[in-house]
């Protein structure tokens, strides 16, 4: 029986990913490195440390740590969400769909918890989950499901009672590697990518959630 729902953050409930890019952008132009936009679909999904060492090994640039690179990013990428960053359709909806039905919710993100805590207080959510949990603190992010499980045993919650709601390929099959129900809510640009079709339901939007779905999912 579904108990349990764990939400990613990036792209799935705030429309942060176009801020990534930007800050992004920008740490890595001072260090005279160019990314195209579709470069950074390689990265989508994975931890910020992640992201900057897989651009590292590839460009080599020097006077800069990845370490320090990443915290750059993490500090502009927070301005820029607390400044622009907007609601997914749909946020509001899905999380009180849960708490109407007593569900045990969890956050289970790649971003670090800096970021985090500034998200779930500038959109007014941290009251929605009982856990929030970042892959900052594994050895291995996404794909991988260690976010995840963790998440759930903060929930004190088993795999199976457990549905994710992912927008990433990478997040998705953390979801499924770790046994439970996914939710695919692609960007409208990545609907079209048959991956998705590893999850368990696909949607366009949070708000196209239902209570039937939810019976489907349970079965």
Not at 39 to 62: A, C, N, P, Q, S
């Amino acid at each position: 029986m579904l108990t349990t729902v764990i939400f990613d953050m990036d792209g799935l409930l705030i429309d942060s990913e176009p801020l990534w890019g930007k800050a992004m952008q920008e740490v890595f132009a001072d260090l005279d490195v160019w990314l195209k936009p579709e470069d950074y679909m390689h990265t989508t999904g994975l931890r910020t440390i992640e992201v900057v060492d897989y651009w590292y090994r590839h460009f080599k640039w020097e006077n800069r740590s990845p370490e320090e690179v990443t915290k750059d990013i993490v500090d502009n990428v927070t301005d820029k969400i607390l400044q622009d960053g907007k609601a997914m359709d749909g946020l509001y909806y899905i999380l009180e769909f849960f708490k109407s039905r007593q569900f045990k919710t969890g956050l289970a993100s790649s971003s670090p918890m800096q970021l985090i805590y500034s998200v779930l207080k500038h959109f007014h959510i941290k009251e929605y989950f009982n856990a929030v949990y970042s892959a900052e603190y594994e050895l291995y992010g996404k794909p991988h499901p260690a976010v995840y499980l963790s998440c759930a045993g903060e929930l004190d919650s088993s795999p199976p009672e457990c549905i994710v709601f992912e927008d990433s390929v990478n997040g998705m099959i953390a979801g499924k590697a770790a046994r439970m129900k996914v939710v695919a809510v692609p960007e409208s640009h990545n609907r079209k990518d048959t991956r998705y079709s590893l999850a368990d339901l696909q949607l366009n939007s949070l708000k196209d959630f239902t209570e039937e779905k939810l019976e489907n999912l349970d079965k």
